[in-house]
């Protein structure tokens, strides 16, 4: 009989702890905010409204570290570092010893050094940028002086070949008039016959 009773007892002791691990359940369901729903189902943006809109997550350590991991996130939608930061900030003043003390102070010090890799990442993009158009404008003048070049070369070119015609136009009328030249000192050089004598 009393080992019926130590089994009834025992039996009724799971149905009890079974009954309060139920209601925990049911009661952490029931407190779970839309917000949680949405962070569970990866549904980042509507988790982001959710949150925007529930003024009362911001007095809820666990709910501002999960904002904290929406906002912190590189590659998801909501990204935006420095939400993320402000939150992990205000998780840390105002729970000191929350349980994600550890982790929200690692992910401070990770979007603080993502930050400042992405603002060193921008400057030297923008420095990038503008050599980039300067370069552009020198080759563009260049290609200008080159084309202006080219121009005054082919109308060089033109009035050398020009010249050159000229030249050979004036060589071969030199050498016809030195031609004739020649020819007509050869002529006065030519000992002439002399003039018959006419009878008187």
């Not at 905010?33 to 666990?62: I, M, N, P, V």
């Not at 921008?122 to 552009?136: C, F, G, K, P, V």
């Not at 020198?138 to 109308?155: C, H, K, M, V």
Request: proline residues 4%; positive net charge.
């Amino acid at each position: 009989m009393i080992r019926s009773l130590v089994r009834r007892s025992g039996s009724l002791r799971k149905t009890a702890v079974r009954g309060a691990a139920i209601l925990a359940l049911a009661v952490a369901c029931a407190r779970a905010t839309q917000f949680d729903r949405y962070f569970a189902q990866e549904q980042w943006a509507d988790a982001a409204r959710a949150f925007a809109a529930d003024s009362s997550l911001r007095g809820d350590e666990h709910a501002l570290y999960r904002a904290a991991l929406l906002f912190g996130t590189p590659g998801r939608p909501t990204y935006n570092p420095d939400t993320a930061r402000v939150l992990l900030s205000r998780l840390l003043m105002r729970f000191p010893r929350t349980e994600h003390r550890n982790d929200a102070v690692a992910q401070l010090a990770l979007l603080d050094h993502l930050v400042t890799s992405q603002r060193a990442a921008e400057l030297r993009a923008r420095e990038l940028e503008s050599r980039i158009e300067a370069l552009t404008r020198e080759t563009r003048d260049l290609r200008a002086r080159a084309d202006s070049t080219t121009a005054q070369s082919d109308s060089l070119r033109a009035t050398i070949t020009r010249l050159e015609t000229e030249i050979a136009k004036r060589d071969e009328q030199l050498k016809a008039l030195r031609l004739e030249l020649q020819q007509l000192k050869e002529i006065d050089l030519r000992p002439r016959p002399p003039r018959p004598i006419k009878p008187e």
